[in-house]
């Protein structure tokens, strides 16, 4: 019975927010309501939640599955919070591959190709901005021991083929020694 409260729980989570912060409210609720755990351990889980990779809420169903019900309760809590999004790119890749072929949906897709691209410039742009110049114009000023740990990382992953998380780790002991 705890595994179905679990599992219908964290699937109108997955199914009532939209990641990051707005599942707070929904995972609070749920917690509270049930009486799985008390607010306080509430914002111990969204901490650490927030603490580790990955997304926000897949987090909260597991570290609040594995505190409800053990390993078992994690596995069915983040089995819940995905099945929404689970069941929607399952549809969703059963419509393209159904309709590759279609004139209009190529079509559709070849010109989403420059907004995405363009989406991604802007993120770049926007976290360039915060983080390797301070003030506003005209009184910019470069802050170069950013600049020069991210040029370093980039050689690393490019030149030297290193993974993301050792990339990371540099980037980290770099930034509290020099920064």
């Known amino acids: ?12 989570v997955g199914f009532c927010s939209f990641g990051g912060l707005s599942m707070v409210p929904v995972i609070s609720q749920e917690m509270l309501s049930h009486g799985w755990m008390t607010l306080e351990e509430v914002a111990d ?15 909260c169903a597991t570290f609040a599955g594995m505190r ?7 596995l069915v809590a983040t089995l819940g919070v995905m099945t929404p999004s689970l069941t929607l790119c399952m549809a969703a890749a059963a419509f393209m591959t159904k309709f590759r072929s279609n004139r209009y949906l190529g079509n559709a897709l070849y010109g989403i190709r420059p907004v995405c691209l363009g989406m991604l410039l802007m993120v770049l742009v ?3 901005s915060e983080n390797f110049i301070s003030g ?8 170069w021991k950013p600049i020069l740990i991210a040029a ?13 998380p050792k990339t990371i780790l540099v980037a980290a002991v770099l930034g509290v020694l020099f920064c």
């Open 45 to 59: 889980i969204l901490a650490i939640a927030e603490m580790t990779p990955g997304p926000n809420g897949l987090n």
């Open 136 to 143: 506003a114009l005209p009184q910019i000023q470069l802050l």
């Open 126 to 128: 926007d976290m360039s």
């Open 152 to 164: 370093l990382v980039l050689v690393l992953l490019v030149r030297f083929k290193w993974s993301i």
């Open 1 to 12: 019975m705890l595994f179905l409260e679990l599992f219908f729980s964290f699937l109108k």
């Open 68 to 74: 409800s019900a053990g390993i078992p309760g994690a």
